[in-house]
């Protein structure tokens, strides 16, 4: 599952700040470096995502920083452990396999991109517009 502990958090606020010095290398893509680097661990975000999490229009280096980057993972951790402890109460089952019943019902995909599906389903697409 997702830890972050302080340590990991000082880790990735560096890891973070640092590709951000990257020419050319915005929110979105060290989100996914990040993610390509422990699958287990990073979550992807786009700009569509970032948006809609904090409210936010521009999406850059200066908005999209590396404390917004550990608030969200908090929030997506957050997010998994109420699904996860909300399963058993639901279907009578143990959380260990509560969470290999969540897994298995994705392929068996590990839930930072499970997480990343969803918030690509659930906030990534662009807004239909109405007429």
Avoid at 45 to 64: E, G
Avoid at 118 to 131: D, F, H, S, V, W
């Amino acid at each position: 599952m997702l830890s972050l502990t302080s340590y990991n958090q000082d880790r990735l606020k560096d890891a973070y700040e640092l590709l951000a010095q990257v020419e050319g290398l915005g929110p979105t893509g060290i989100s996914k470096y990040l993610h390509m680097h422990n699958r287990g661990l990073f979550i992807m975000w786009d700009n569509q995502i970032f948006r809609d999490y904090f409210h936010i229009k521009i999406v850059n280096k200066t908005s999209a920083t590396s404390q917004r980057y550990l608030k969200f993972l908090s929030r997506m951790r957050d997010e998994l452990l109420d699904a996860v402890n909300s399963l058993p109460l639901s279907t009578n089952i143990s959380k260990p396999e509560a969470i290999t019943e969540l897994r298995s019902h994705f392929n068996n995909e590990t839930f930072p991109r499970i997480l990343d599906k969803y918030n690509y389903a659930t906030r990534g697409q662009p807004k239909l517009k109405i007429k």
